[in-house]
Structure formats: structure tokens, C-alpha cells
């Protein structure tokens, strides 16, 4: 993390969410570089917020993939006019920088080594998830002004201490599990450690930069890779075993969703934002996975 300029006030940050994984970390590590304040945004208006004070507001708040379904309706309000609505009142009072936390899942849902997604690669949003967030894209891009600044960070697979979702079911299965048939799967995966995440975030506010951003750990993972880092930090006498090819099939045309997860790819090519940023990520996957087994047991 960049030093604290002691001659130089510090700027003034609302994170609008007090109890998600990527808020909470930017506070935890960013609060000796700046002066950070969180709310629950999705708990008032926006209309009725004092945001003046704020020279950035982090815009972390969102509804994400629920097990219970969820209506479309209830995501575009969640995370597209909320979205908006915060944004546009930001910009009222005089915030100079409005960032928002959106995902890749607005360029699709799988792609190949050959066909890495950039920032400027075409969006086909799958879901009403995706399909928010980019509508969410949209509305704030309209409000970029000289004065405004609007950047837009695409968040990949993230993981490191608290997290939830795949990497933790695979981390749960590992220590379950006394087989682990995940050997010689050769798929990637782009992914991002929290603690890299933020760095990267941090540049984006420091550098005070519109446009839209990917932040990953510098090099897409296998499945095989992530898991034989999981048994490596939690116990290294299991073995990693082969995936037996007549199930792979078989999870694929039952449940297809779990297949893609275990053996699809999604990769980033995120060049142009290591280049404006700046940025090298300083976390191995191995020293992040060790951190995430290490909170999760």
C-alpha cells in the first residue's frame, strides 16, 4: 500500500456496504491511507444522503447470485437503480470520483485461452445478475464528466479469508473428502485475491482515473491447481486423483452449471489496466490459498 503523505489531507471515502467481503477488507486495509467511512446503502435513499463531505464514494453494495430465486425486477432495483440514483446524487454534491464494483459476468458466461475478455471486449450478460450490473454500467458511465469521474471495476472469482461461494465448497469438499478427483483438469480460470483486489482498488482511487478496469492475480489458475494449493495448506498427506471422464460427462449433462465451474474457462487479459495502473499484484496463489484454508479452519 502506497505511504501516508503527512502534509497532505487524506481523502475522504464512503464504501457503501458494511458487511460484504470487499468493503470490509478496504477498510481493514486502507483506513491508515484514508479517511473511510462505510454505511449500508441499500438500507436508505440515496436522495437523502449527505455526500458532500466525500471526495470518492466506493460503490461495493449489491445484490449477488441468491440460492432462493430472485426476480429480475428485484436485481435491476438492488443493483441497477440504486446504482444509478447513488451515482447521480454524488455527482449533485460535488464527489469528485464514483467507482463501481461490477463483474465479469457482463461479458458472458465461459470463453477460451485463445479468447481472452479485455475492457474492451464486447458484453453478452447471461442472467439478471449480469444483466444488472451492466445496465448499472451504463447509467453511471452517462454521468462521466471533467469533474466526475466514473471507473468501473470488473471483479472476477475472488478468494482469501471469509469468503464464500465455489472456492468455498471446494475447500469444505477437501477437508471432507477422503478422495480428491480433481487431477490433470486443464481449464483456467482468472481470479483475484482480496488482498490484490484492494491494492488494485487503490490505485484506481489514487490515480483518480475514469474507465473501466480488470483486476486479477496476473495468471488464469486450473481447478487442479487451486485444489492441489487447498490440500498443500490444509493437509498434504491427501492425494489428488483423476476426475474419471465418464463422470465429467455425466456432471455435464445433469448439472451443467457445477461442470462449467469445475471445468470451464474464463480468462482476462487485463494489460491495458496493469499499464494506466500501474499495478503488479504482490499475492501468490499459494500464499493467498494458505490464507483463506488458514480463516476458514
Not at 500500500?1 to 481523502?11: F, I
Not at 468455498?168 to 480460470?189: G, Q, Y
Not at 476426475?243 to 448439472?255: A, R, S
Request: charged fraction near 25%.
Amino acid at each position: 500500500m502506497a505511504s501516508r503523505h503527512v502534509n497532505k489531507p487524506l481523502l475522504k471515502i464512503l464504501i457503501t456496504d458494511r458487511n460484504g467481503l470487499i468493503g470490509t477488507r478496504c477498510f481493514e486495509k486502507l483506513s491508515d491511507e484514508f479517511s473511510i467511512q462505510r454505511i449500508s446503502v441499500r438500507k436508505h435513499n440515496p436522495l437523502e444522503l449527505a455526500l458532500m463531505d466525500y471526495d470518492v464514494v466506493l460503490h461495493s453494495a449489491a445484490l449477488v447470485h441468491q440460492m432462493k430465486k430472485t426476480g429480475k425486477k428485484e436485481y435491476l432495483r438492488s443493483n441497477t437503480y440504486l446504482t444509478r440514483d447513488l451515482a447521480a446524487e454524488a455527482k449533485r454534491q460535488g464527489v469528485k470520483q464514483f467507482i463501481f464494483l461490477s463483474t465479469v459476468k457482463v461479458y458472458g458466461e465461459m470463453n477460451t485461452l485463445l479468447t481472452p475478455w479485455k475492457e474492451d471486449s464486447p458484453c453478452y450478460p447471461s442472467g439478471p445478475y449480469a444483466e444488472s450490473k451492466y445496465l448499472a454500467e451504463k447509467e453511471v458511465e452517462k454521468l462521466a464528466s471533467e469533474g466526475f469521474t466514473v471507473s468501473v471495476i470488473r471483479i472476477p472469482l475472488v478468494y482469501g479469508p471469509g469468503v464464500k461461494g465455489n472456492i468455498e465448497k471446494l475447500i469444505r469438499f477437501v477437508k471432507k473428502s477422503p478422495l480428491i478427483p480433481f487431477k490433470d483438469i486443464h481449464n483456467a480460470r482468472s481470479m483475484v485475491y482480496i488482498d490484490n483486489l484492494v491494492a488494485f482498488i487503490e490505485r484506481v482511487i489514487l490515480l483518480n482515473k475514469p474507465g473501466i478496469y480488470l483486476p486479477t492475480d496476473g495468471q488464469p489458475y486450473s481447478t487442479t491447481q487451486v485444489v492441489e494449493e487447498i490440500i498443500h495448506a490444509m493437509d498434504p498427506e491427501k492425494k489428488n486423483l483423476y476426475f474419471p471422464y465418464w463422470m465429467q460427462k455425466l456432471i455435464k449433462l445433469v448439472v451443467p452449471s457445477y461442470y462449467d465451474r469445475l471445468f470451464g474457462t474464463l480468462v482476462i487479459n487485463n494489460s491495458s489496466s496493469v499499464k494506466i495502473l500501474n499495478y503488479k499484484p504482490e499475492v501468490t496463489l499459494a500464499e493467498g490459498m494458505s490464507e483463506t484454508v488458514r480463516y476458514f479452519l
